[in-house]
């Protein structure tokens, strides 16, 4: 299958940047597109909900004026995450100000709605939504998702348990749209690995946390730059829906990661903790990845180094076994 037009826009490497709660805001969305790569945050980041008209505006006016300044430029479209779950009641809000903005990339989140869908397909858009197994796959399909996003182990924030291949196969046995793979991707071997395994992008979230333009204070940039794949927690007790976070910012608040409790209610992926301490402001979202996170950069350097990583990977792998990619 061919990719929507949109998804066919020349990037500086073939990575979709995973919205982020609190870390995503216009100035990382702007410096992802502007550095070639898709760039994307929640809409629920732009609080009060009135806010997120302007931040909208914000982000197509900087990129346009990028472009303009340097008609060379790769300069890759951005996409709002919208969380399809009963704790937001923002959805009906927001996703009026998504279609009078005509956003061109919706991903959809915790959920797959028919009628979500159908209001972004009513100007052009595309919804890609992210999945944690092949049955969810199926059902995001038949519900008019234009394309998914496989979020297998090892991925940042809400994340699945199954191996990247072995979901991207059951997926592809099926499924010839638009596929993007999320897990422990934050070097351009990854990248190019996601490719093979069948993805057309790679959806790369971690890796951003620690650059100069995320929304998030030093601290959790420099537990992210100190940090490996070792120091990542998969519980479900801090929103009742499972999550890898730093194991850093658990201890820091005084819990066991070893002998966390249990969830003391129901899902509640946005608003979720125990007591004053909140999943997301406190208890910190990460992938495995970070182990290639070795500094604190900007979104052009991060991305120049995937890049270079994913280039290098390439020829690689035709120098070892002969074959082109």
Known sequence: MT??????????????????????????????????VIGSFPALNARPASQLSDWLDEITESNAAYAAADPDAVVAPFAVNQI??????????????????RVPIVITSLGARQDVNDAVHSYGGIVLHDVVNN???RKAVERGADGLIAVAAGAGGHA????????????????????????AIAHGRSILAALAAGADF???????????????????????????????????????????????????HGFDPADLPKPTSGPDPLNGGLGEVKAWRDVWGSGQGIGSVSSRTTVAETVDRLAAEYRAAREGLLDRVGVAV
């Open 160 to 183: 699945g348990t199954l191996s990247p291949f072995a979901l991207v196969q059951e997926i592809r046995e099926w499924f010839d749209g638009p596929l993007l793979l999320s897990g």
């Open 84 to 101: 399809v779950h009963r704790s937001n009641d923002r959805l009906e809000e927001d996703l009026a100000t998504i279609v009078e903005h």
């Open 3 to 36: 990719l929507p037009e949109i998804l066919q826009t020349p990037l500086t490497v073939p990575v979709v940047a995973s919205p982020m709660f609190i870390a995503s805001g216009p100035r990382l969305v702007s410096a992802q597109c502007q550095a070639g």
């Open 202 to 252: 790679a959806y790369i979230g971690s890796a951003f946390l620690a650059t100069d333009e995320a929304n998030v204070v030093d601290d959790y940039k420099d537990m992210v730059v100190a940090s490996a794949a070792d120091d990542i927690v998969y519980s479900s007790t801090f929103t009742g829906v499972h999550g890898n976070y730093l194991r850093g910012s658990i201890e820091k």
């Open 135 to 137: 049955t969810f796959a």
